[in-house]
């Protein structure tokens, strides 16, 4: 039973063009949501987070959009660089948890 | 100055036998946990330790016990080992806030054969 799920295991995109990454989640608890970046042989590092009483949340060349009616959330990066390639995982938490629910990552391949 | 830090990086073990993997985060957070990565790739919750008491135990079997000694430090033994025990670890810590991020180790990869 995925609650978080990214539906795309990989995404591959020229340098310099926006990379969008998507997310949906099921479950409606879900107030808190979280983008990690994996490079490999490494763990997982916060990128940027988002409340559900927000819809959009920037940082830099990373923007968060979240669609509450819809369950889905995206992260864009404008312009992609290939130092971004890297598996993005997507993340959620209900009210009061410290813990996040995973998503199964999405791998973005950014080519020179 | 490496936040979180787990050893080994690497595991290569028998069935049956047991093993520790060790954690330490210099960051003072005061919540840690234990998180597997399984061939799926799916990150998911073990345990979570704050301020060295278990405050979440996942449906893991009883042949994983965390130790937590002090706040820094949060180590995870597993007895018997068995094959689908294989699995990269990741160690987390964060400061006890809701909207506190986590911060992970590099993880420790088990291979049991």
């Known amino acids: 039973d995925q609650q978080v799920k990214q539906n795309s295991p990989s995404l591959s995109v020229q340098e310099g063009r926006i990379s969008i990454l998507n997310c949906d989640y099921t479950?409606?608890?879900?107030?808190?949501f979280l983008w990690y970046k994996k490079y490999p042989a490494e763990g997982p590092t916060f990128l940027i987070s988002?409340?559900?009483?927000?819809d959009k949340n920037e940082d830099g060349r990373f923007t968060v959009f979240l669609n509450k009616s819809a369950k889905h959330l995206s992260l864009h990066i404008v312009p992609s660089q290939p130092g971004d390639s890297a598996v993005y995982f997507c993340?959620?938490?209900?009210?009061?948890?410290?813990?996040?629910?995973f998503g199964r990552g999405t791998s973005l391949i950014v080519h020179p | 100055d490496t936040a979180v830090s787990q050893t080994p990086k690497y595991l290569v073990t028998q069935m049956g036998n047991d093993k520790s993997i060790k954690c330490e985060q210099n960051?003072?957070?005061?919540?840690m946990y234990w998180y597997k990565q399984d061939s799926k790739k799916f990150l998911k919750i073990m345990f979570s330790?704050?301020?060295?008491?278990?405050?979440i135990n996942e449906t893991v079997p009883n042949r994983f016990s965390p130790k937590s000694p002090d706040k820094a430090h949060l180590n995870l033994h597993i007895n018997s080992l068995e094959l689908g025990d294989s699995a990269v670890y990741f160690c987390?810590?964060?400061?006890?806030?809701?909207?506190?991020?986590?911060?992970f180790g590099p993880g420790t990869r088990l291979t049991v054969t």
């Open positions: 988002i409340s559900s009483i927000k």
């Open positions: 479950n409606s608890m879900f107030d808190y």
């Open positions: 330790y704050n301020n060295k008491e278990l405050i």
């Open positions: 987390a810590s964060s400061q006890g806030d809701y909207l506190a991020e986590q911060y």
């Open positions: 993340a959620a938490r209900e009210g009061g948890s410290y813990i996040p629910t």
């Open positions: 960051l003072g957070h005061d919540t």
